[in-house]
Structure formats: structure tokens, C-alpha cells
Nanobody, 126 residues
Framework: QVHLVESGGGAVQAGGSLRLSCAAS????????MGWFRQAPGKEREGVAT????????YYIDSVKDRFTISRDNAKNTLYLQMSSLKPEDTAIYYC???????????????????WGQGTQVTVSP
């Protein structure tokens, strides 16, 4: 059984930093994709960053480029999202997701990801 457990969320002021972690069990991202998504109140879930585990290729939405970095530690079976220069509009619940089949192609279509964590809240104050 697959479990993805996020941690590292919290409340910070604008300009601050946080590092999110996603510990995986029952699932090893040696192939295909994992990603971070977020959902703000009243908004649809959106993809933030994805990584092609086999090669380490990364993809970001424009609004987080140069501020967020996705990475993974295969030895720890953990996915990370380093977030810096945080803005109030980054406030959301952040979810990690796994696509073991590769059908997402690394894009941000949430429907193509099979595995999801429970989410961790990130709140950025002005």
C-alpha cells in the first residue's frame, strides 16, 4: 500500500522560506514522475513543480520559477520542495503526488497522478 506523507508546512511572512518534505512508503520514484500541487481556498488544485525521477528533470509553473526548487533523495525515498521568497499568493494546502505510469508526462494534470498525500498547510502573511 502506498503512503505519501507531507510535512514542513507552516506560517511565514512574505519573503520567507520553507522546505516541504514528502516521505513515501510502498512507492519508489525510480521511474516516471512525482510532483507538488497546491490548492488555495475557493480555487482549483494546481500543479506547482514536477520531477522526472529517472533523470532528475524538473518542471515549474511560471509563478514559482526561480523561487521554488523540487528535488528528491532516493536513499530516503523523500521528495522535497524548497520554497523561498514566499508571497501571500503562495498560501495554500500543498500536496505531493506520484505518477508511477508516466502518463502525466511531467505536466500538471492532477488527474494523471495516482498517489496523493494528505497535504500540508502553507500560510504566507504580508
Amino acid at each position: 500500500q502506498v503512503h505519501l506523507v507531507e510535512s514542513g508546512g507552516g506560517a511565514v511572512q512574505a519573503g520567507g522560506s520553507l522546505r516541504l518534505s514528502c516521505a513515501a512508503s510502498g512507492y519508489t520514484c525510480t521511474s516516471y514522475y512525482m510532483g507538488w500541487f497546491r490548492q488555495a481556498p475557493g480555487k482549483e488544485r494546481e500543479g506547482v513543480a514536477t520531477i522526472y525521477c529517472r533523470r532528475g528533470s524538473t518542471y515549474y509553473i511560471d509563478s514559482v520559477k526561480d523561487r521554488f526548487t523540487i528535488s528528491r533523495d532516493n536513499a530516503k525515498n523523500t521528495l522535497y520542495l524548497q520554497m523561498s521568497s514566499l508571497k501571500p499568493e503562495d498560501t495554500a494546502i500543498y500536496y505531493c503526488a506520484g505518477d508511477p505510469s508516466g502518463r502525466s508526462g511531467g505536466n500538471f494534470d492532477a488527474a494523471r497522478y495516482n498517489y496523493w498525500g494528505q497535504g500540508t498547510q502553507v500560510t504566507v502573511s504580508p
